[in-house]
């Protein structure tokens, strides 16, 4: 099946009966989710499997699996959500849990796909959690309906289709006969599931839970400061570390007083870990371990290592600042875009404008710093992560450790905090490297500091401008040179942009060019990837191009949407839909100013949002 996801799927459903009564349904689903995986994952794979897992008993309690990270977007609450409504049951009778990765496996032949794993794909990012999980999580919910129905039918000897369901109950029609749901999952959990082409979906009309205000599962728990983040796990017997990893990224410890650390008060161990050269994976760097974090922490200040800082210790924002104006002048290393004739269109422009933006360097600064909670034993690895990417986490453990992905279990904590970060997972990796060094438990926590000065920050990005507009205000002419990181053809994670950036499409003579320069600071996807800096680059220049065609710059960029271009993209009826909105709204050229303020307008397109 095609959904209107763009996402190609296939799924299947399995049933079971749960011990002391009821059933737990699955829909499983192997798709390719249109490249986000790939977008992500560190060893992407040609197919992916996804699950949602409904738990009814007979008290009629339905128990819905959370199965995707909780970074503070709401997606433990809305996911369920999906599933709830296609069941018919009452929200208030909806208990939300945690899934962990991959929580249940089987093996097997089923759907060509042996030893599925249903929860396969649990991530937060690019997103994608609504759109991706539309279709399954809604087909969860109306088979598991269909089957409930199916048992009520089955017990009254009547047609399915003189049933019908609402709040948790099945009533037939004719003879206003009801069964509760929980009276049902017995008989339903002994049925085949229906085939998901013949489930029907309710139509939006009648929902009752989507779209309705529903507050968060967890808020009462976190108002509380009920344990429910990475920052609050405890298990039996850990020790709590901290971890000194080199101030210039991929630095190598030469020398550390480990001695007088272990004298500290409180301190358990210490000891280097050589690390390997992977940016994104493990760094070398010096573990602290102590009876409390406040113990590992004071040790840690009485800790002197002697660091061989490599090649990056050159590198700097001056230098790199130094190094894009050169760049700018001389012949961009690639083109991304190239229509119409730039050079000779900006000769014959009644005006041209040229500009410079730059923006910096930004860390995620996530208001729970990174941690992880980790326990080695049996040769078997188990972890608890506020993580956005537990898949990844575990393929790094793995490769890292040598320890098999299946001896390795993660539980997924609610994070304090995401926005990107956490799609990288070198805390999770530090922790089970730790864990396994001492054959034990332990709970690393990072500081602010730590947390700043080893992130995996939004790059900075320089561009150089030039525009041209004609007598009649018109823009005839868009120029970017844009100056970001990386090697060859390939921008470092976070630091690229695309041909198609508006306003590529709307202009008869556009350009977009690219140079890059080398980094050893590792970067990351930080909240609307790209797209951040971006826009304030775009627009602003956008913005300057109308004042210098002494045009208002809301009826210049409407100009400028004014013919609907070939190709694929922003759609210009909605811009100028959401354009004309905000002017109406915002009472634009009708309101007179206070001395001393004023009005702006911008418009982006980003993640399928206008």
Same mark, same amino acid.
């Given at each position: 099946?095609?959904?209107?996801?763009?996402?190609?799927?296939?799924?299947? !459903?399995?049933?079971?009966?749960?011990?002391?009564?009821?059933?737990?349904?699955?829909?499983?689903? =192997?798709?390719?989710?249109?490249?986000?995986?790939?977008?992500?994952?560190?060893?992407?794979?040609?197919?992916?499997?996804?699950?949602?897992?409904?738990? =009814?008993?007979?008290?009629?309690?339905?128990?819905?699996?959370?199965?995707?990270? +909780?970074?503070?977007?709401? /997606?433990?609450?809305?996911?369920?959500?999906?599933?709830? +409504?296609?069941?018919?049951?009452?929200?208030?009778?909806?208990?939300?849990?945690?899934?962990?990765?991959?929580?249940?496996?089987?093996?097997?032949?089923?759907?060509?796909?042996?030893?599925?794993?249903?929860?396969?794909?649990?991530?937060?990012?690019?997103?994608? &959690?609504?759109?991706?999980?539309?279709?399954?999580?809604?087909?969860?919910?109306?088979?598991?309906?269909?089957?409930?129905?199916?048992?009520?039918?089955?017990?009254?000897?009547?047609?399915?289709? +003189?049933?019908?369901?609402?709040?948790?109950?099945?009533?037939?029609?004719?003879?206003?006969?009801?069964?509760?749901?929980?009276?049902?999952?017995?008989?339903?959990?002994? !049925?085949?599931?229906?085939?998901?082409?013949?489930?029907?979906?309710?139509?939006?009309?009648?929902?009752?839970?989507?779209?309705?205000? =529903?507050?968060?599962?967890?808020?009462?728990?976190?108002?509380?400061?009920?344990?429910?983040?990475?920052?609050?796990?405890?298990?039996?017997?850990?020790?709590?570390?901290?971890? +000194?990893?080199?101030?210039?990224?991929?630095?190598?410890?030469?020398?550390?007083?480990?001695?007088?650390?272990?004298?500290?008060?409180?301190?358990?161990?210490?000891?280097?870990?050589?690390?390997?050269?992977?940016?994104?994976?493990?760094?070398?760097?010096?573990?602290?371990?102590?009876?409390?974090? #406040?113990?590992?922490?004071?040790?840690?200040?009485?800790?002197?290592?002697?660091?061989?800082?490599?090649?990056?210790?050159?590198?700097?924002?001056?230098?790199?600042?130094?190094?894009?104006?050169?760049?700018?002048?001389?012949?961009?290393?690639?083109?991304?875009?190239? *229509?119409?004739?730039?050079?000779?269109?900006?000769?014959?422009?009644?005006?041209?404008? *040229?500009?410079?933006?730059?923006?910096?360097?930004?860390? @995620?600064?996530?208001?729970?710093?990174?941690?992880?909670?980790?326990?080695?034993?049996?040769?078997?690895?188990?972890?608890?992560?506020?993580?956005?990417?537990?898949?990844?986490?575990?393929? $790094?453990?793995?490769?890292?450790?040598?320890?098999?992905?299946?001896?390795?279990? /993660?539980?997924?904590?609610?994070?304090?905090?995401?926005?990107?970060?956490?799609?990288?997972?070198?805390?999770?990796?530090?922790? &089970? &490297?730790?864990?396994?060094?001492?054959?034990?438990?332990?709970?690393?926590?990072?500081?602010?500091?730590?947390?700043?000065?080893?992130?995996? #920050?939004?790059?900075?990005?320089?561009?150089?401008?030039?525009?041209?507009?004609?007598?009649?205000?018109?823009?005839?002419?868009?120029?970017?040179?844009?100056?970001?990181?990386?090697?060859?053809?390939?921008?470092?994670?976070?630091?690229?942009?695309?041909?198609?950036?508006?306003?590529?499409?709307?202009?008869?003579?556009?350009?977009?060019?690219?140079?890059?320069?080398?980094?050893?600071?590792?970067?990351?996807?930080?909240?609307?990837?790209?797209?951040?800096?971006?826009?304030?680059?775009?627009?602003?220049?956008?913005?300057? $191009?109308? @004042?210098?065609?002494?045009?208002?710059?809301?009826?210049?960029?409407?100009?400028?949407?004014?013919?609907?271009?070939?190709?694929?993209?922003?759609?210009?009826?909605?811009?100028?839909?959401?354009?004309?909105?905000? &002017?109406?709204?915002?009472?634009?050229?009708?309101?007179?100013?206070?001395?001393?303020?004023?009005?702006?307008?911008?418009?982006?397109?980003?993640?399928?949002?206008?």
């Amino acid at each position: 099946m095609i959904d209107g996801s763009g996402v190609n799927r296939r799924e299947f !459903l399995r049933v079971t009966a749960v011990t002391g009564g009821g059933f737990l349904l699955g829909t499983y689903v =192997i798709e390719r989710l249109a490249g986000v995986a790939e977008s992500f994952a560190a060893t992407p794979s040609a197919e992916a499997s996804l699950g949602a897992y409904i738990r =009814i008993t007979p008290d009629g309690i339905v128990t819905i699996i959370a199965k995707n990270p +909780e970074i503070g977007q709401g /997606v433990k609450t809305h996911l369920p959500m999906m599933i709830a +409504e296609e069941l018919d049951v009452d929200w208030k009778n909806v208990r939300v849990e945690q899934g962990d990765l991959d929580t249940v496996r089987f093996s097997g032949q089923i759907a060509g796909n042996s030893a599925a794993t249903p929860f396969s794909g649990q991530i937060a990012g690019n997103s994608a &959690a609504t759109w991706g999980n539309w279709t399954p999580m809604r087909h969860a919910g109306a088979a598991a309906r269909a089957m409930l129905v199916m048992a009520a039918a089955q017990t009254w000897s009547v047609a399915e289709s +003189e049933c019908e369901t609402s709040s948790g109950v099945v009533t037939h029609k004719l003879t206003g006969r009801r069964l509760s749901y929980g009276q049902l999952v017995d008989k339903a959990a002994t !049925l085949a599931p229906p085939a998901l082409e013949s489930v029907k979906l309710k139509d939006p009309k009648n929902f009752r839970i989507i779209g309705q205000r =529903i507050p968060g599962v967890d808020n009462h728990a976190i108002v509380t400061g009920k344990p429910l983040y990475g920052i609050d796990v405890s298990v039996p017997g850990m020790k709590y570390a901290v971890y +000194e990893k080199c101030p210039v990224f991929g630095g190598k410890v030469v020398s550390a007083n480990l001695d007088e650390v272990k004298r500290q008060p409180g301190v358990r161990r210490a000891f280097v870990i050589e690390g390997g050269t992977d940016l994104r994976g493990l760094l070398g760097g010096v573990a602290i371990l102590a009876d409390t974090w #406040y113990a590992a922490s004071a040790a840690r200040k009485k800790l002197r290592v002697t660091w061989n800082e490599g090649r990056t210790a050159k590198q700097s924002s001056v230098a790199f600042a130094e190094m894009s104006e050169q760049l700018s002048r001389d012949k961009p290393q690639r083109s991304l875009r190239s *229509d119409g004739d730039v050079e000779a269109s900006l000769k014959r422009a009644a005006k041209t404008v *040229d500009a410079s933006y730059f923006y910096p360097f930004v860390a @995620h600064a996530t208001l729970e710093p990174q941690n992880c909670t980790a326990r080695y034993e049996n040769g078997k690895i188990e972890v608890w992560a506020p993580t956005q990417s537990p898949a990844n986490g575990r393929g $790094m453990i793995s490769r890292t450790l040598g320890v098999p992905e299946n001896d390795i279990t /993660v539980h997924l904590t609610r994070a304090g905090g995401g926005f990107g970060r956490r799609l990288n997972t070198d805390f999770m990796v530090e922790a &089970a &490297a730790i864990a396994k060094e001492i054959g034990g438990a332990v709970k690393l926590l990072w500081s602010r500091e730590d947390d700043i000065r080893h992130d995996f #920050y939004r790059p900075a990005g320089y561009h150089y401008f030039t525009g041209g507009v004609d007598g009649a205000g018109r823009l005839v002419a868009w120029k970017d040179h844009f100056i970001s990181f990386g090697e060859g053809d390939a921008f470092v994670q976070g630091g690229e942009i695309s041909g198609s950036e508006f306003p590529a499409r709307f202009v008869p003579n556009c350009s977009v060019d690219s140079s890059v320069m080398p980094l050893g600071v590792p970067t990351g996807r930080l909240r609307a990837p790209g797209s951040n800096g971006i826009a304030f680059a775009v627009e602003s220049f956008l913005d300057e $191009m109308a @004042h210098a065609a002494l045009k208002d710059p809301l009826q210049f960029r409407l100009d400028l949407l004014s013919n609907t271009p070939a190709g694929t993209g922003a759609d210009p009826a909605r811009i100028r839909g959401v354009l004309e909105l905000v &002017a109406e709204k915002s009472g634009w050229g009708k309101k007179r100013q206070r001395r001393g303020t004023g009005m702006g307008l911008a418009f982006y397109f980003s993640h399928r949002g206008y």
